[in-house]
DNA sequence: CCATATAACATACCCAAGTATGATACCAAG
DNA sequence: CTTGGTATCATACTTGGGTATGTTATATGG
């Protein structure tokens, strides 16, 4: 069992595979997710769910394998923000531009990565892995902030990353679940303030 | 279109709509929820799908259904500490007691209700309810504490009750992804407590 | 007391994701 | 050059949630 999914080896393999990425991804935006079936996507490009199935071990992943990109704009961001003075501005800044990420991602695509990676059969979900640039930075940017006493630092940077991540991640969630009709980026600067505040110390 | 599902009128109905609910919850428990299919719930009560459907809009439901029933317990919560001093205590209280129920649900049956609420094909999703106990209390427990002073009143009690039940929540979905391998609420108290020293006022 | 509506199911079906398996083509080693 | 392995797909199938529709029993109003 444990199908063997690896990467293209030929270079037709590798012009099919991104052909059923890049039709997928059309698609979806056009018709919306789940207006769309795998048959369909296959129809376009011109295979079948066997070529689908050797290259994607689900639906869902192509819309995680988009999402995963966002771990080069964290990188990239971290890197713009790089000169601001305070660590704390830094933090502010960056989770802003983080928040701004998703939104543009649009509230559809959210939703299937927010679906799919609490579904029953998920093993290891990609959105707490640690490996993300999204909570490398954070954790970095905590930690910097705690040595030089911007942040309170009775808790441990890793930690306090987690947890603050999670706290915008339920923003989102409820955002999805709202169909994006108020703004995600207002309401969490908003709880930035409210939480920021307190992260540093008296 | 929009099918009709009504609750039972005749005694057979409520006793087949109870036995089907039953019979569910109980093969969840020991099977788990993604390894019972309709039709074993169906031939264990005796009855087939089209019972099912009849009382049922769909599988999950049966899990939202003793989901809701967690409404109650916030109701008694509120009950209890009705009498503790300061509004901010009673917030805090409130809050952990809240947790704790999702706790005692269990990550299985949690994964159900945040997968199945943020679903491409969802209409009005429970979770984001206003009429929710959950979302009441906690207005009313913040608007108690603003009109006292305790709490900052530069946020409407509205909009902060959200943000605060969407940070606890954005803990729980990280909860469920994790398997339930940390401490829910120890965590969530930290939480509380960092964010809560800021909601009062300075 | 009879007509009619509808609750309470059963039967048969659809749909789309995912799987099992098989055929072909290509490459690399002997 | 030939043999074996494997990448790349196609074909056919399974699975399970959900739907469409039909049949029967029961409650209710005239």
Known sequence: MAKKRTAPRTEKGINTRQAI??????????????????????????????????????????????????????????????????SAEKLRVFNREAVKLMAD???????????????????RPYLMDGRRSLYKITNELIKEGQEKGEIRDDIASEEM????????????????????SFDLVGTCDTLFDLIMDRLTPR
């Open 21 to 86: 990425f890049d039709t997928a991804i059309a698609l979806f935006a056009k018709r919306g997710y789940d207006k769309v079936t795998i048959d369909d996507i296959c129809d376009k490009v011109g295979v079948t769910k066997g070529a689908f199935y050797n290259y994607f071990e689900s639906k869902d992943q192509i819309i995680l394998e988009e999402f995963m990109r966002m771990d080069d704009h964290y990188v990239k961001v971290a890197h713009d923000i790089a000169d601001l003075k305070s």
């Open 105 to 123: 991602l649009g509230v559809t695509m959210m939703k299937v990565v927010y679906h799919s990676q609490i579904a029953p059969n998920m093993r």
């Open 161 to 180: 990353a987690v947890m603050l991540i999670n706290c915008f991640r339920g923003q989102i969630y409820h955002w999805c679940l709202a169909n994006g």
